[in-house]
């Protein structure tokens, strides 16, 4: 019908007139009308408690994140659905109907519209009247709701009584998803969880792992232990602060100094918790479980300067305070191991300065180009503060003040007064000396290293920036912010800030940072959306420290290049490892710990001590005074205070043996951690294998397949390929050599073309290279073919590798080309995914294959034609490199140090476990760990394949065989089965970066597993590198890693302990810095480790045991109203037991390593049955020694009418000092331990000679004591007395070495079976005898469902 008729028929058909009367046209479904919002209220506004109510309040936080998190978002495109409708559960989407609700109903469920207010009526029509008064009365026909609502709000509509009529339109989504915005969440929830902290419950570490591993079952969030803050405000509380500073009065001191010592303690006392908001002092508690004290501090700042920023919104980061005078802008903010955090008020928490500009774009960085005006420059300046790496360098009074009130001098002086008045004049005078000798010693040093350090870090300039005015200005260095723009010269300069290079050009040198001599080109960093990250983005940031040889400019006339600020201070690079330096990670070592409890246990002996010769001491009728001072006296003979000076020792010596050897070390405490390292960690390239690298050849590949292979890449035709190993590098001229990348080097030279900077300031003749700013000239050789072909190629634009991108490239011109050539290479697979389909070889897998496991690095080379009259200088990096044209392979040959294969023997036999970790293909890496041993001939490889979700599948992981290929059924099950259960330990594990990022993220469960089977990680980041340590460390490995700084600067701080092949002495870089470019090294490493630890274990049993046969002496000799004299302390203390100690640590290290590794543990059962049967010989020995003396018929009883050393010279005395002298000589013998981690006891000559020497002392001391008159010794003229004295010492030796060597050989070890011992406390060692004989084949090689 025509719509003339249809509108006749309207106007003169009756039954049509009479049907238009009557029909109401339906409204087509809006969405946006099922769109209500929210809106929450009390169910109950007022509500009075009886007597034993409470009321408790609950809140709801936000839903969205939820939602968006866990809940489906429709996808695509709808059907409309005008008629025969199907069932409500069958719709996702929306409804347009009529609703019927039910009465009755106390929390409604569908909203309605009405009055312009949101209402949740049972009733229509007393919506609409506003009957909120009386009962409805209204019948089903008005009480309905008319609207749209989506699909599963009606479902719940249904299931609690309400009734839909009928269907007018329905707009069904088939396609739905839960992932829309799950990551996004996620990552502001992790944010935020980890600025929560821990919750109150979490305390110990364990609670920590388990608190972590539950919340990503939960959430599908992995928490970063070390991002997780837990901090605490208090505010001061008047009163107690007055009151404590009364008890500093009364307890002349000593309160302060308690609280010196406890300052957590010390804020608990003085102040009350508070939030965060409103504290002035905060505990904080890092990662380790160590806690800090600071102060918040305030700083007024100009009004509006905090919103000037930009990043934050009124009233973010500062406090509004009302005075008479105005309104003051405070800053609050306190600073944490030099670091600033300020108070951010919209996320409620104190937030890291360097947060507020951590979310900028390299787009948004290009708007800074402009440059700052001074008050925004003064604004920020404010809250980032200055720019200065400030170490201070205290006064000689503060250092002095530190110093004494250090608890080893307290103690020490404690112990001289208590000598003084106890009339040991003498011997209180040597250790007053001696100590004050100390406390210069340490004030002299530590000031030096101070004024070393501050030298080193601070650095001030003149520098050039841009104002938003387009003037330059000259202004210092401190007044530097992030976002000013800086203007770099030509003859480059030393740098004071982190910056991003926006234009231009610069060569680097890195060598301060890095150890890295090579210097390095920097590039301007590419617009784009994606956010900046100078790890990401290396090649082009400058780095604070590093000095810039040379800056081009990127356009005529330009005084230099030009960056932007992007860190100051602290928050820079350097600032970063300056703080490393005055703040070093601490050691979580149960050698260390234990120490800390075994003087707590000889605590409790001089405790023990003090009680009994008060008791003793009372019951001779002593004087109070004399109650006192010995009762005291007692604790610092039970406790000996050189005791921490003498763990420390091992150490020291290791230290300068391995200096020796080409080894430094900037934190010794490591070199015992060495001892117990279980698993070993080497990068590839320039670890294992040489750093520099040799064209092996190249092979052309196109459409038709592969051509041969050309070892010789001067004889190729001057066609693309040729031009795209002379052309695609960054190499630069510096004094007329090339300088860069040593495979880039090598591949340019391979080609024979030259490197040549371009004329004048850079623009060349514009009819030969087309108006282009030129960077470099690449020539071919003279009197070749190449040079009648092409005189010249211009580099117009470079693009640096990055390994995060995986490749670099460049765009060229050159006189006569018709177009410009871009040029690319890098990794293979990163390569062809830009290139198009046809223009890669069928072939491509198995060539690649064939290659890489022949152990060459291989490198994929492509080009593409570019517009010539475009601006090629501006031209984007995302616009050069796609849809590219494959050329071919580059091989490069990197040859295995021979040393490596013979060190990852030494180490595979002594069951420490090595791992490869490179960012080289994965065949490579295989190859390469087979040439060195780490996979044996006779042992398998399996690939581990992990995919991460995506929206067209669930995560995978597959396990395949290494000559499987692609497809994981060409090896028979009953073959795969006999490769595996030939033994537990016949095959390797191998995985990617892409893979263990998808494990880390999907398979949680499997992570464990692999670890503990992978030998090889390839293709690894430089993140990824240290968050394998950092896994492999939760497992409870001691993980040691070694390597170069560039690419493993966080894995070797990471590591329990690192080691940096570079030719610098001594580097930031790790703890360990070897000279010698080779891994041998790393067995010299451990073998001082494992003589390190073995000597501390040595000294400190030694010097525990000194204190106790003196502590012995004294309380036997209390009993007989007698004690050692002035000098006789003197003699133990400072000739024989001194002497002992310093040469007994001079032994070094055993020539081969061994399967088992040193304790570290210092109360098990060994060390602890050891100290308590030696203990007992010595109380024996001297009981026998005083027992034999008064059994003598010449003995002659003390004088009973005086006490201690008036007594003196006495016959008890004597024997007991005789016999106590021997077994000073007698521990130090069987204490020190030699074979097999130390050198035989023999070869010791400096021990020997001391210990003969100091017997022949003794021996005379025994048999004529008159020359020692001032030893105050008796001299008994019995010699067959002193011959049985003598014997009795030789008897004590041969029982106490006896001991030790069963002690040594196991025989204590019986007695674990007493108690049970429960599962090991590391988790490898748990999961141990299941990854023996776990076969990864056999499980399901594609898992469908991730575990999270």
Known sequence: MWECEWAALKQTDPAVVAFMHTYRKPERLNPRDALFGGRTNALKLYHKTACDE???????????????????????????????????????????????????????????????KLMF?????????????????????????????????????????????????????????????????????????????????????????????????????????????????????????????????????????????????????????????????????????????????????????LELLGELEEPDCRDTVHLYTGEKTLLRYYLFEELRYIWVDRKGAFCCVSSLHEDWTCSK????????????????????????????????????????????????????????????????????????????????????????????????????????????????????????????????????CDAVLLAGECLVDESMLTGESVPELKTPLQAGDRQYRSDTEHRHTLFSGTKIIQAKGSRSG?????????????????????????????????????????????????????????????????????????????????????????????AIYAQKRLKKQGIYCITP???????????????????????????????????????????DPSLLLPKPLLFSLACCHTLTLLEGQPQGDP????????????????????????????????????????????NREISAVALVQRFPFSSGLQRMSVVTVAHGWDSALAFMKGSPEMVISLCQPETVPAQFSSKLREYTSEGLRVLALAYKRVDVNSDLNTIEREEVEKEMHFLGFLMMKNLLKPESAGVIDVLRNVNIRSVMVTGDNLMTAVNVAKSCKMVRSDENVIFVTAAPHTDQADPTLTFRLEDQGANPDQRPAEVITQILVAGPFDYHLAINGKSFAALHDHFPHYLPKVLMRATIFAQMVSEQKTQLVKELQNLGYRVGMCGDWANDCGALRAADVGISLSEVEASVASPFTSKTENITCVPQLIREGRCS??????????????????????????????????????????????????????????????????????????????????????????????????????????????????????????????????????????????????????????????????????????FHPLPAFFLQLYNISDMVFKVVLVGVAAINFLICFLVEILIDCGVLNGFRRLWNRGPSKKQYKRLLPDIRFWQPLYENVIISEAEN
């Open 669 to 711: 405490p490591r070199i015992n951690v060495c001892g117990k390292v279980s698993l070993f960690c080497f990068d590839k390239t320039g670890t294992l294998t040489e750093g520099g690298m040799n064209v092996e050849g190249v092979i052309e590949g196109g459409p038709g397949g592969f051509s041969e292979l050309v070892h």
């Open 558 to 650: 330009d005084d230099g290049a030009v960056a932007v600020v992007t860190n100051t201070g602290f928050f820079t690079a350097k600032g970063h490892l300056v703080s490393s330096i005055l703040h070093p990670q601490t050691i979580n070592f149960r050698f260390y710990k234990d120490a800390g409890r075994f003087l707590l246990l000889l605590g409790i002996v001089a405790l023990c001590g003090s009680i009994y010769i008060f008791v003793a001491l009372y019951e001779q009728n002593a004087t109070w005074q004399e109650l006192i001072v010995r009762s005291l006296d007692i604790v610092t003979i039970a406790v000996p205070p050189a005791l921490p000076l003498a763990m420390t020792a091992g």
């Open 54 to 116: 409470k009321i408790f309040y609950y809140d709801f936080t936000s839903l969205y994140p939820t939602v968006q998190s866990k809940k489906d978002y429709t996808v695509g495109h709808p059907q409309v659905i005008y008629t025969n409708f199907d069932k409500l559960e069958n719709y996702f989407g929306f409804l347009k109907c009529t609703v019927l609700p039910p009465k009755g109903l106390f929390h409604l469920v569908l909203p309605y519209r009405c009055h312009g």
């Open 1093 to 1262: 630890l073995v000597t501390s274990f040595s000294l400190f049993r030694y010097m525990s045991l000194y204190s106790l046969v003196q502590f012995c002496s004294v309380i036997i000799l209390c009993t007989v109203k007698t004690t050692l004299g002035d000098f006789q302390f003197l003699y133990f203390d400072f000739i024989l037991v001194t002497l002992l100690a310093i040469v007994m640590g001079r032994g070094g290290p055993s020539e081969e390593l061994h399967t088992f590794r040193p304790p570290a543990n210092l109360l098990n059962l060994p060390i602890l049955g050891s100290l308590l049967i030696h203990t007992c010989m010595i109380i024996l020995g001297q009981v026998a020694a005083l027992l034999i003396t008064t059994s003598q018929n010449w003995y002659i009883p003390l004088n009973s009418t005086v006490f201690e050393t008036d007594n003196l010279p006495n016959m008890e005395d004597t024997s007991v000092f005789d016999l106590s002298g021997f077994q000073y000589i007698i521990m130090a013998v069987v204490v020190t331990k030699g074979y097999p981690h130390k050198e035989p006891i023999f070869q010791n000559w400096s021990f020997l000679l001391v210990l003969f020497c100091q017997l022949c002392v003794m021996l005379w001391l025994v």
């Open 743 to 786: 495979l880039e080097l090598k591949m340019v030279e391979s080609t024979g073309w030259t490197l040549h900077e371009p004329e004048g300031d850079g623009n060349v003749v514009p009819a030969t290279f087309g108006r282009h700013k030129v960077l470099a000239l690449m020539k071919p050789p003279t009197r070749s073919l190449q």
């Open 121 to 305: 009526p049972l009733c229509s029509m007393c919506a609409e009247d506003q009957n909120q008064h009386t009962a409805c009365r209204h019948s089903d026909s008005k009480r309905v709701l008319k609207g749209t609502w989506v699909s599963f709000e009606l479902e719940k509509a249904v299931e609690k009584g309400y009734r839909v009529l009928s269907i007018d339109e329905v707009w069904h989504f088939p396609n739905k998803t839960n992932t829309l915005f799950k990551d996004y969440v996620k990552a502001f929830l992790k944010l935020k969880q980890e600025a929560l902290g821990y919750p109150e419950h979490v305390k110990t570490p364990e609670e920590q792992q388990k608190y972590i591993d539950e919340y990503y079952e939960k959430e599908g969030i992995m928490l970063d232990p070390s991002k997780i803050c837990d901090l605490q405000g208090y505010k001061w509380v008047s009163w107690r602060v007055w009151l404590c500073r009364l008890g500093f009065v009364l307890s002349l001191g000593l309160l302060w100094i308690l609280f010196y010592w406890l300052p957590r303690f010390a804020v608990l006392v003085r102040c009350s918790p508070c939030p965060p908001a409103l504290a002035d002092v905060l505990i904080l508690k890092d990662s380790s479980g160590q806690q800090f004290v600071v102060a918040v501090l305030t700083e007024e700042v100009e009004e509006g300067s």
């Open 365 to 496: 960085l290009y708007e800074f180009q402009s440059g700052l005006s001074p008050q925004e420059q003064s604004s920020r300046r404010s809250i980032y503060g200055a720019n200065l790496i400030n170490v201070p360098v205290k006064p000689w009074m503060r250092l002095l003040f530190e110093e004494i009130l250090n608890p080893f001098y307290v103690f020490q002086l404690f112990g001289i007064i208590l000598w003084i008045s106890d009339n040991y004049y003498y011997y209180a005078t040597v250790v007053l000396v001696l100590s004050v000798g100390s406390i210069v010693y340490s004030l002299y040093e530590t000031r030096r290293q101070s004024i070393t350090l501050h030298n080193m870090a601070r650095l001030v300039t003149d520098v050039t920036i841009r104002r938003n005015s387009g003037a330059k200005e000259c202004v210092s260095s401190i007044d530097l912010v992030p976002g000013d723009c800086l203007i770099i010269p030509q003859k480059g300069l030393l740098l004071p």
